[in-house]
T-cell receptor, first 113, second 112 residues
Framework: AQSVTQPDIHITVSEGASLELRCNYS??????LFWYVQSPGQGLQLLLK??????LVQGIKGFEAEFKRSQSSFNLRKPSVHWSDAAEYFC???????????FGTGTRLQVFP | EAQVTQNPRYLITVTGKKLTVTCSQN?????MSWYRQDPGLGLRQIYY???????DKGDVPEGYKVSRKEKRNFPLILESPSPNQTSLYFC???????????FGQGTRLTVV
């Protein structure tokens, strides 16, 4: 069965600092991988996705993520965090021809000025 | 504007009083789903639909019903809500089988 682990429940960074949010998945083949962001009181917005090809994917708002098959990871990165990045971030996995996404439990990001 | 619209955004109800949360998308998407979000559990799929009149259970379907009579609408029905259905609910749609999902703004439901 597929599963997604986001080991960090809560991360605090200073504005301008770099950021890495961790995501590990369990799946027998190469899955489809997604990062979503949920701002307070908002729905989920897609940041980026990996389906195939280049393992370093670029997303919106200056985010990128790298798929590492050997580590079953899809970590999200941003070189310089802005106060507006404070939100909850969800990693999600879908199998080929998926009916549903499997979500991690989320990482809440707090940004200090 | 392309979007998934849920109504209501907030709802407080009493145990046993039937309710419906509506979901509509204007992108002509084939697939639609309902998820619930609970602290420490992430999002879990309740039901999904691959097309009109085609629905199937997700991971946590107990206590919920859905229907897909039109392509754009996918209402979630709670026939007899209970306090353990207090949650944040999201509707999502996507164009095809291997595509990303677009989410609505969410409906925060409280059952007392």
């Amino acid at each position: 069965a597929q599963s997604v682990t986001q080991p960090d429940i809560h991360i605090t960074v200073s504005e301008g600092a770099s950021l890495e949010l961790r995501c590990n998945y369990s799946y027998g083949a190469t899955p489809y991988l997604f990062w979503y962001v949920q701002s307070p009181g908002q729905g989920l917005q897609l940041l980026l996705k990996y389906f195939s090809g280049d393992t370093l994917v670029q997303g919106i708002k200056g985010f990128e993520a790298e798929f590492k098959r050997s580590q079953s990871s899809f970590n999200l990165r941003k070189p310089s965090v802005h106060w507006s990045d404070a939100a909850e971030y969800f990693c999600a996995v879908g199998a080929r021809n998926y009916d549903k996404l499997i979500f991690g439990t989320g990482t809440r990001l707090q940004v200090f000025p | 504007e392309a979007q998934v619209t849920q109504n209501p955004r907030y709802l407080i109800t009493v145990t046993g009083k039937k309710l419906t949360v509506t979901c509509s998308q204007n992108m002509n998407h084939e697939y639609m789903s309902w998820y619930r979000q609970d602290p420490g559990l992430g999002l879990r799929q309740i039901y999904y639909s691959m097309n009109v009149e085609v629905t199937d259970k997700g991971d946590v379907p107990e206590g919920y019903k859905v229907s897909r009579k039109e392509k754009r609408n996918f209402p979630l029905i709670l026939e007899s809500p209970s306090p353990n259905q207090t949650s944040l609910y999201f509707c999502a749609s996507r164009p095809g089988v291997n595509t990303e999902a677009f989410f609505g703004q969410g409906t925060r439901l409280t059952v007392v």
